[in-house]
C-alpha cells in the first residue's frame, strides 16, 4: 500500500519558518518525482514546489527564494523548508508522487498525502 504522511506544519508569526516533512512508502521513492501542493481556504490547489528523481526542482514564482524542496532518498522523505512565511502561505499543504519523469499538472501525480496545515498568523 503506498503511503505518504506528512508533518510540521503548525501555527507561526510572519517572517517565522517552518520545515515540512513528507514520509513515502509502499513505492519505489527514489525513481519518482515529487512535489509539494498547497490549497488555501476557498481557492484551489496550486504546486509551490517540484523535485524530480534527478534531483531538479522547480518552484512557484509566489515562494521563489523562500521555500527550498529537497529529498533524502536513503530515508524516503521529502522537504520543504519555508522561511520569510507570510499570512498568503496559509494553506494545507499536500505532498504528491508522480511516475512521470517531469509531471506537469497535478494530474500527472497519482499518490497524495493527507496534508499538514500551516497557518501564518500574529
Known amino acids: 500500500e503506498v503511503q505518504l504522511v506528512e508533518s510540521g506544519g503548525g501555527l507561526v508569526e510572519p517572517g517565522g519558518s517552518l520545515r515540512l516533512s513528507c514520509i513515502g512508502s509502499?513505492?519505489?521513492?527514489?525513481?519518482?518525482?515529487m512535489a509539494w501542493f498547497r490549497q488555501p481556504p476557498g481557492k484551489e490547489r496550486e504546486e509551490v514546489a517540484g523535485?524530480?528523481?534527478?534531483?531538479?526542482?522547480r518552484y512557484a514564482e509566489s515562494v521563489r527564494g523562500r521555500f527550498t524542496i529537497s529529498r533524502d532518498n536513503a530515508k524516503n522523505t521529502l522537504y520543504l523548508r519555508m522561511n520569510s512565511l507570510q499570512p498568503e502561505d496559509t494553506a494545507m499543504y499536500y505532498c504528491a508522487a508522480s511516475s512521470r519523469f517531469i509531471p506537469t499538472t497535478a494530474a500527472d501525480f497519482g499518490y497524495w498525502g493527507q496534508g499538514t496545515q500551516v497557518t501564518v498568523s500574529s
Open positions: 509502499g513505492f519505489r521513492f527514489s525513481g519518482y518525482a
Open positions: 523535485i524530480e528523481s534527478d534531483g531538479s526542482t
